[in-house]
């Protein structure tokens, strides 16, 4: 099979909020970008799935304030640097958006896009990012997972393959800048599209560069675990939330229990709420690994809040109002990952980094909000310094040694023979269950050194037999190893 080779200036690799600011940028200041994405552009990534929602000091909200909260909220382990630019940049980032067609609706202390419905609400905000990118001229890449980054002293490319026909694929670029997203699907329970696998904390681990705060994850406190119905998180009302309706098996008021403010639940204080409903779980006072959001005895008045109309809408033939419905926390976002400046930039020259696939501006815990803010300010810095090095930078060629390495790795998994041990979906299920079980919201020294012994027993037996016969079953194994690794990442860091 030939080689597809491509030469550009600036590789982006993710199509999230991140990757698309990043390439947008790149090619204002004059440079080809490439951007390249697992799926169709713009699909395969959190932000389209996100609230929409950005927090940045507008309004009543200061700069000061917006900083306090972030510190605070993150345990005071941030990266004050990193934090000190989110906060300052974000207000004049937010009337940009304006510029590429992205509408929002403003308020005190941020703001959230329109134009998006459940469960895509960030599509108000991917899909104008997405049209002002291709109008701008950066080429798009789809269906390509890339796979490896090359470098010669300076990342100069990437190896990749077209996960449809299965074509092999070389980037040369000047620059490269990863916007991979996290690796949501690490765990059993999850918000997260299927393709947030790791993929990038993987790359830059294997070139050597340092990964911070990988054990700190991040999980929405209240999402559907009912049988039969997808995981997503549930906003519950405040108001709703006060008439004790998250219980454990014994019927006791969770809230009143552990004294959560229902108006923190979703921003500041997401790590209290789910360290009170996984301890409840832990204890034994969970139904399995749930509990209940038990909305039968509410007051007249609320069984006709929207929430509760919207519930009714979306679980067809679930009869919310009689009775009670599983919950769980559900692990939303990593909160480490690849170390950068305040130039995006990594510990490899030439290559930069944005997005959930970084660490340290969030530090143990994130406000509701700063994502997007997140997205939007490193994404642009990473377009912008990631253009400046490709300026002065001469391209290079892949070696072809390395080059015939990484093809042989991907023709391996494709000669191997099926079976259940190999099987990418059941390694995949047996990783997240262990992460789940043993390295979720409640820690110990014994789950962690169990999670540890199963996920080497894991490397032993199944790796070696993974397979993949057509192009989108070697993803699913490329895939599986990813989600390995950052396991075993968190798994040690924790």
């Given at each position: 099979?030939?080689?597809?080779?491509?030469?550009?200036?600036?590789?982006?690799?993710?199509?999230?909020?991140?990757?698309?600011?990043?390439?947008?940028?790149?090619?204002?200041?004059?440079?080809?970008?490439?951007?390249?994405s697992?799926?169709?552009?713009?699909?395969?990534?959190?932000?389209?799935?996100?609230?929409?929602?950005?927090?940045?000091?507008?309004?009543?909200?200061?700069?000061?304030?917006?900083?306090?909260?972030?510190?605070?909220?993150?345990?005071?382990?941030?990266?004050?640097?990193?934090?000190?630019?989110?906060?300052?940049?974000?207000?004049?980032?937010?009337?940009?958006l304006?510029?590429?067609?992205?509408?929002?609706?403003?308020?005190?202390?941020?703001?959230?896009?329109?134009?998006?419905?459940?469960?895509?609400?960030?599509?108000?905000?991917?899909?104008?990012?997405?049209?002002?990118?291709?109008?701008?001229?950066?080429?798009?890449?789809?269906?390509?997972?890339?796979?490896?980054?090359?470098?010669?002293?300076?990342?100069?490319?990437?190896?990749?393959?077209?996960?449809?026909?299965?074509?092999?694929?070389?980037?040369?670029?000047?620059?490269?800048?990863?916007?991979?997203?996290?690796?949501?699907?690490?765990?059993?329970?999850?918000?997260?599209?299927?393709?947030?696998?790791?993929?990038?904390?993987?790359?830059?681990?294997?070139?050597?560069?340092?990964?911070?705060?990988?054990?700190?994850?991040?999980?929405?406190?209240?999402?559907?675990?009912?049988?039969?119905?997808?995981?997503?998180?549930?906003?519950?009302?405040?108001?709703?939330?006060?008439?004790?309706?998250?219980?454990?098996?014994?019927?006791e008021?969770?809230?009143?229990?552990?004294?959560?403010?229902?108006?923190?639940?979703?921003?500041?204080?997401?790590?209290a709420?789910?360290?009170?409903?996984?301890?409840?779980?832990?204890?034994?006072?969970?139904?399995?690994?749930?509990?209940?959001?038990n909305?039968?005895?509410?007051?007249?008045?609320?069984?006709?809040?929207?929430?509760?109309?919207?519930?009714?809408?979306?679980?067809?033939?679930?009869?919310?109002?009689?009775?009670?419905m599983?919950?769980?926390?559900?692990?939303?976002?990593?909160?480490?990952?690849?170390?950068?400046?305040?130039?995006?930039?990594?510990?490899?020259?030439?290559?930069?980094?944005?997005?959930?696939?970084?660490?340290?501006?969030?530090?143990?815990?994130?406000?509701?909000?700063?994502?997007?803010?997140e997205?939007?300010?490193?994404?642009?810095?990473?377009?912008?310094?990631?253009?400046?090095?490709?300026?002065?930078?001469?391209?290079?060629?892949?070696?072809?040694?390395?080059?015939?390495?990484?093809?042989e790795?991907?023709?391996?998994?494709?000669?191997?023979?099926?079976?259940?041990?190999?099987?990418?979906?059941?390694?995949?299920?047996?990783?997240?269950?262990?992460?789940?079980?043993?390295?979720?919201?409640?820690?110990?020294?014994?789950?962690?050194?169990?999670?540890?012994?199963?996920l080497?027993?894991?490397?032993?037996?199944?790796?070696?037999?993974?397979?993949?016969?057509?192009?989108?079953?070697?993803?699913?194994?490329?895939?599986?190893?990813?989600?390995?690794?950052?396991?075993?990442?968190?798994?040690?860091?924790?």
């Amino acid at each position: 099979m030939t080689i597809k080779v491509i030469d550009t200036d600036v590789l982006v690799i993710g199509s999230g909020a991140a990757g698309l600011r990043a390439a947008i940028e790149a090619r204002r200041r004059g440079v080809e970008v490439l951007l390249a994405s697992k799926s169709v552009t713009g699909l395969a990534n959190c932000s389209i799935f996100s609230g929409g929602l950005f927090t940045v000091a507008v309004g009543e909200m200061t700069k000061e304030e917006h900083f306090a909260m972030t510190i605070v909220a993150g345990k005071y382990i941030n990266d004050q640097r990193l934090v000190e630019v989110l906060v300052d940049e974000a207000t004049s980032r937010l009337p940009e958006l304006q510029e590429y067609g992205v509408k929002f609706a403003m308020r005190d202390g941020g703001c959230r896009v329109i134009n998006g419905s459940f469960p895509t609400q960030g599509a108000g905000l991917i899909n104008p990012l997405t049209k002002f990118a291709k109008d701008a001229g950066v080429k798009m890449l789809e269906s390509t997972m890339i796979t490896d980054l090359s470098s010669d002293e300076n990342v100069n490319g990437a190896f990749g393959f077209n996960v449809l026909n299965g074509r092999r694929i070389t980037v040369n670029a000047n620059a490269v800048v990863l916007a991979t997203g996290g690796a949501g699907q690490t765990y059993r329970r999850n918000d997260n599209p299927a393709r947030m696998t790791g993929d990038g904390y993987v790359m830059a681990y294997e070139m050597g560069l340092p990964l911070i705060d990988m054990e700190f994850i991040q999980c929405l406190p209240i999402g559907c675990a009912e049988p039969g119905y997808p995981m997503f998180m549930l906003l519950v009302p405040p108001s709703i939330l006060q008439c004790g309706v998250l219980q454990n098996i014994h019927g006791e008021d969770i809230v009143n229990k552990y004294s959560l403010d229902p108006k923190l639940a979703y921003s500041t204080h997401r790590d209290a709420w789910t360290i009170a409903i996984a301890k409840e779980v832990y204890d034994g006072r969970g139904e399995d690994d749930t509990i209940l959001l038990n909305l039968t005895n509410l007051p007249k008045d609320l069984r006709e809040h929207q929430f509760v109309q919207f519930l009714s809408e979306l679980f067809k033939g679930f009869p919310a109002l009689t009775k009670p419905m599983h919950v769980t926390p559900l692990m939303h976002t990593f909160l480490g990952g690849v170390q950068i400046d305040e130039k995006c930039r990594t510990g490899l020259p030439g290559l930069f980094a944005a997005g959930e696939v970084t660490g340290g501006i969030h530090g143990a815990n994130r406000v509701g909000g700063n994502a997007l803010t997140e997205c939007i300010v490193y994404g642009a810095r990473a377009g912008q310094y990631a253009a400046e090095h490709a300026k002065t930078t001469p391209k290079k060629q892949a070696d072809k040694a390395w080059v015939k390495q990484k093809l042989e790795k991907i023709n391996e998994i494709e000669r191997r023979e099926p079976s259940n041990l190999g099987n990418p979906k059941l390694v995949k299920s047996r990783i997240k269950k262990i992460m789940w079980e043993k390295a979720g919201v409640i820690r110990s020294q014994q789950s962690l050194t169990g999670a540890q012994a199963e996920l080497t027993q894991l490397r032993d037996e199944n790796l070696p037999k993974i397979y993949g016969k057509k192009p989108y079953e070697v993803r699913a194994a490329l895939e599986a190893i990813n989600l390995f690794n950052v396991a075993s990442l968190v798994v040690k860091a924790a």
